[in-house]
């Protein structure tokens, strides 16, 4: 599962600066930047934030999205409503099956650049946020899909969902939500699987190249710490010092 991130404005920018020059990356801050929630320390995919993703269809100019995939055929901002709470997170080993994704598997993929992303391990009767994040420093790459939805009046939104895998063991340590069948990840990308993730898909070879992708990442290369709490009235809000790492005790014995 990935429902809680941190992205900043810089690592957001990482692939554009590398691919692209000054004048694009000049004009990202000024045209597109100010419509997204960046820089995001913490931020609950359930308040659908706005940030940047990087599309097959433009995979170094970054596009506007919000968090929270909404098909094509959803008719109203009603439908919208109902479905984008439940389509934060695409389930890797399904994604060409599901309605709800299966046209952007195959057609719309997208890589979102972040700085880490947080889960709750549950110990007792208490959850205990993690921030997991690359131990390299270098942003977290995740696998996305993505969908162009038109609104009556015409305007477009466009919306994303984050592909998610099965947890690594340092993720099914961390991950222990007993009301799942088992720990989940989001599916993060090495630097040569990024282009592969975003290749056109005409045949279902094509098709089982994206599905090897789809499997958990080295828990070598990442390491996590505890953080303060991200939900309740101790929630310090999307504040910088929300991902510093926070001690507790109780769970010394654990890790």
């Not at 015409?154 to 222990?176: D, K, L, S, Y």
């Not at 090495?190 to 080295?218: G, N, Q």
Request: contains cysteine; hydrophobic residues 35%.
């Amino acid at each position: 599962m990935c429902y809680d991130i941190k992205a900043n404005l810089e690592t957001q920018l990482k692939r554009a600066r590398q691919r692209g020059d000054a004048s694009a990356v000049e004009e990202i801050m000024e045209r597109l930047v100010p419509y997204t929630d960046l820089p995001i320390y913490h931020a609950s995919g359930f308040s659908h934030p706005e940030l940047l993703i990087y599309t097959d269809e433009s995979p170094d100019f970054p596009s506007v999205a919000t968090w929270g995939l909404v098909p094509h055929w959803v008719k109203d901002d009603e439908g919208v409503k109902k479905i984008w709470n439940n389509t934060l997170n695409a389930r890797g080993e399904t994604i060409f099956e599901k309605p709800s994704f299966r046209y952007a598997a195959e057609h719309n993929r997208c890589l979102i650049y972040l700085d880490g992303f947080y889960e709750h391990h549950h110990y007792g009767k208490n959850t205990y946020p993690y921030f997991i994040y690359r131990k390299d420093g270098k942003p977290i790459v995740l696998a996305g899909l993505w969908s162009e939805w038109r609104r009556g009046n015409g305007g477009i939104m466009n919306t994303f969902t984050i592909v998610t895998t099965e947890g690594n063991p340092m993720m099914a340590r961390i991950h222990n939500n007993p009301k799942l069948k088992g720990p989940r990840m989001p599916l993060i990308l090495t630097e040569e699987e990024e282009d592969k993730w975003l290749a056109p898909i005409d045949e279902d070879l094509d098709k089982e190249a994206v599905m090897e992708l789809i499997r958990p990442f080295p828990e070598e290369e990442l390491t996590s710490h505890t953080v303060a709490k991200l939900r309740g009235k101790e929630y310090l809000g999307n504040v910088e010092e929300i991902s510093k790492e926070v001690i507790y005790p109780e769970l010394n014995s654990l890790f």
